[in-house]
């Protein structure tokens, strides 16, 4: 028994928890109040995607299908009697879907490994129309296998496998369905909650049905007083209001609250009094106080005050609740809300962490990474230190207040989160993750001898240089994701980017260098842009694809969103919104650019081209090639992009970068060299490291003193040295000598070609 159950409702990610419940359950420890967290969206699917499953699932198909002369949502006529030949095809096969699921999924688990030489070889996985997509072309097809392996190949496959299904249960037996959303429509735009409402009068769905199962057992065996349901996207929406419904006809002594990213972006307007017959409460922004608050006045006062007038009086914080027939907000408590420091580690105990599934929808090593793996979410601060992007939710609380967490406490909370979930990758899921604490995170990485895989998403600032990038890598970071957006200076400025296309391809380039994947957002159809600009910017990333800076992207058409600059200013941006009455959702804002350009017609060709140039290919085509209608000629240079990267700006070495040696000890021998009759003694220094073997020769006293200089800017020493402390110690070293009365210049040796060498080998400036 405990006080509070989390749920997440149907769908997120099959890989990995979305992480709202781990976050609140590791404050409410902090508190000492008890709580049981559930991911009911993997549990669904796991119960759908299972022998007995699809059993159950292909006998309703059954019935709908005798039941009708169509297929459910066809676009057919109703007297036409031709089938979908691929739904035909599935359920022709579904006995060989029934024998092979529980294989699959135990595979995708990684509990199943051997079946991978199964997959690959053919002939075991049934096939439907998502399989016309491989690619049969060896020399294409070996570019992402080749890189990824077999196993990743056969988690390919089988994610086509569950595609095709997918489509199966979308077109035979439920239409809502999808993995990483459930009647997402529903809770797009919704100005109005008439058409969510009048859905959720009808009859369950089959989804629903399942889900309500499992939340019912879940619910006799926690027994909770206040039920926390996160939506954090419009394709939780439905299914919350579902299991709110569920709870108030079955267990109407249960008290029920909503939270997470779509109240707190979508609910700051809510008027309509219907959304309290399935919820108590509706909390915005931090959940940490307001859920606290909420477990007093639910778990408390119910007991000292059983009548609901009086139980409302207690402070809350934030929250939306029907009071004497109206729809009130509360934030009538003067305690201020917890800091970053104060809310504890993530808690991930209860979720089904072995049973996520991991697969790979496109095969390219960077893109899956928001598929396969089961990674920790951790934020290394909260809100956007930039906060000023345009087309962003600048004014809210999740953006707006910028707070980081210093690095001793999130490499802390690594180690706490290692232990109990026994994995060790990491997905720091930041706005934009600050440079500097970036940095010390891979410091304190580094010295704590942690091994860990970690990306975040960042911002492409200049702060992220060639020996940054190595220390980052060194550390455990693999990949990062940023945003390039609509890749037009122009229009960056615009946006209020504070980057450029030059900075944000030599930025790229310095991950790429070290070793690090890089993502990038794009964007198009941002306000003003014109069709020139769209083009511009497709080839602006078809070079930096073709000269291997990116390695993965995704186009995302511009939303007008209510909380941002464009939304809350649109005139500023040359647009003209439409206005609605709101008295439920209101985020995305149907606007007109005054341009007058339909920017929907190019999101096809965008993303076919990216989806190519994604797999290393077609670098070759005209842009022409990608859209069924006339476009401009890019007047973007073929070699821009190349020119960008051999422009970079070196300056000298700041005096107050760090110097850090990421390296080990070497090994010394001392020799002699001789020159026009002179001679003096040399040491030759070898260094080692996990690839390959440096050597570099310097002078005796110049080599003993660099020696021991390594150990003192190890990383492993807390204190890091400066570039102009070096300096001082140097000279003052050499000054001293006799050999060196008149001065030795640390410049010189420092960008000495031995030295050059190191700093290619682990000598970091940062």
């Known amino acids: 028994m405990k006080d509070l159950l989390l749920i997440t409702p149907p769908f997120t990610q099959l890989n990995t928890p979305y992480p709202a419940t781990a976050y609140l359950k590791g404050f409410l420890n902090t508190k000492n109040i008890g709580a049981f967290q559930m991911d009911l969206g993997i ?125 199966f249960i979308k077109e035979a037996v439920d239409e809502n369905f999808g993995f990483s959303r459930y009647a997402e429509r529903l809770g797009r735009s919704a100005n109005s909650f008439e058409e969510l409402y009048s859905h959720l009068q009808n009859e369950l769905t089959y989804i629903d049905t399942i889900a309500l199962q499992i939340l019912e057992e879940r619910l006799k065996q926690v027994q909770p007083k206040l039920v926390l349901i996160s939506v ?144 920790n979410k951790l934020t290394m601060a909260h809100g956007c230190y930039w906060g000023k992007c345009t087309f962003c939710d600048i004014s809210l609380d999740y953006i707006k207040l910028y707070e980081p967490i210093a690095a001793k406490t999130l490499v802390d909370r690594m180690e706490e989160i290692i232990a109990q979930t026994g994995e060790t990758g990491f997905h720091f899921v930041d706005e934009a993750a600050p440079p500097a604490l970036m940095r010390e995170v891979a410091l304190e990485i580094l010295r704590r001898k942690l091994t860990v895989s970690w990306w975040t998403n960042i911002r492409f600032e200049k702060s992220f240089t060639g020996n940054l990038c190595l220390l980052l890598k060194a550390s455990g970071c693999i990949a990062v994701s940023g945003g390039l957006e609509v890749a037009s200076d122009r229009l960056l400025e615009l946006i209020q980017k504070g980057v450029t296309v030059e900075q944000v391809a030599q930025v790229t380039r310095n991950f790429t260098e070290a070793g690090i994947m890089v993502h990038g957002y794009l964007m198009y159809g941002y306000p003003t842009q014109t069709v020139q600009e769209t083009v511009d910017s497709l080839e602006m990333v078809r070079q930096m694809f073709e000269l291997g800076i990116l390695q993965s992207g995704f186009w995302h058409q511009f939303a007008m969103t209510a909380h941002s600059p464009v939304g809350m200013f649109p005139e500023e941006f040359g647009v003209i919104p439409e206005i609605n009455s709101i008295t439920f959702a209101n985020n995305d804002i149907q606007f007109k650019d005054k341009t007058g350009i339909n920017h929907d017609k190019f999101s096809f060709g965008l993303k076919k081209s990216l989806f190519n140039f994604m797999h290393g290919i077609c670098f070759d085509y ?81 080599a003993e003193w660099f020696i021991n200089t390594l150990e003192l800017l190890s990383v492993a020493n807390e204190k890091a040295t400066t570039f102009s402390q070096l300096k001082t110690g140097f000279e003052n070293q050499f000054t001293s000598s006799v050999r060196y009365s ?25």
């Not at 990421?662 to 690839?691: A, C, V, Y």
């Open 232 to 375: 954090p996207f419009p394709g939780n929406l439905y299914s919350a209001f579902r299991c709110a419904q569920f709870i108030k006809k079955q267990f109407p002594e249960i008290k029920t609250a909503m939270g997470g990213g779509f109240p707190n972006t979508e609910l700051r307007d809510l008027k309509d009094k219907r959304v309290f017959e399935f919820f108590d409460f509706i909390t915005l922004d931090d959940g940490e106080l307001p859920v606290e608050l909420l477990h007093n006045t639910v778990c408390h006062t119910e007991q000292a005050s059983p009548e609901p007038s009086r139980r409302v009086e207690v402070p809350l914080k934030r929250t939306f609740l029907l009071e004497n027939g109206e729809v009130v907000y509360k934030n009538n408590s003067t305690q201020p809300d917890y800091k970053q420091s104060e809310v504890g580690t993530p808690d991930y105990s209860d979720l089904l962490l072995e049973d996520y599934i991991s697969v790979i929808e496109i095969a390219n090593p960077m893109h899956s990474l928001w598929s396969d793996g089961r990674w």
């Open 43 to 167: 549990e669904v699917i796991l119960e759908l995607f299972s022998k007995e499953g699809l059993t159950a699932i292909f006998e309703n198909a059954t019935q709908n299908l005798n039941s009708k002369t169509q297929i459910p949502n066809s676009k057919k006529k109703p007297n036409s009697n031709t089938q979908d030949p691929n739904l035909e095809r599935i359920y022709s096969l579904r006995q060989d879907y029934i024998n092979t699921i529980d294989a699959v999924i135990a595979f995708l688990q990684g509990k199943n490994q051997t079946l991978a030489r199964q997959i690959c070889a053919g002939n075991f996985l049934p096939e439907a129309s998502r399989f016309e997509q491989l690619d049969d072309d060896p020399e294409t097809s070996g570019w992402a296998f080749g890189s990824m392996g077999m196993q990743d190949k056969a988690k390919h496959l089988a994610t086509l496998y569950l595609e095709d299904l997918s489509d």
């Open 622 to 702: 005209e842009l022409q090639d990608w859209f069924d209608f006339k476009i401009p000629t890019t007047t973007i240079p073929s070699d821009y992009i190349v020119s960008c990267l051999e422009r970079e700006d070196h300056f000298a070495t700041k005096p107050s970068a760090k110097i850090i040696w990421i390296g080990g000890k070497p090994l010394s021998e001392t020799f002699t060299k001789s020159k026009k009759g002179n001679s003096w003694e040399m040491m030759q220094l070898t260094f080692h490291d996990k690839r390959e073997t440096v050597e570099i020769s310097l002078e005796k006293d110049k």
């Open 742 to 766: 008149s001065g030795e210049d640390f410049e010189l040796f420092w960008y000495s070609k031995p030295l050059n060498t190191l700093r290619e080998f682990g000598l970091l400036v940062i």
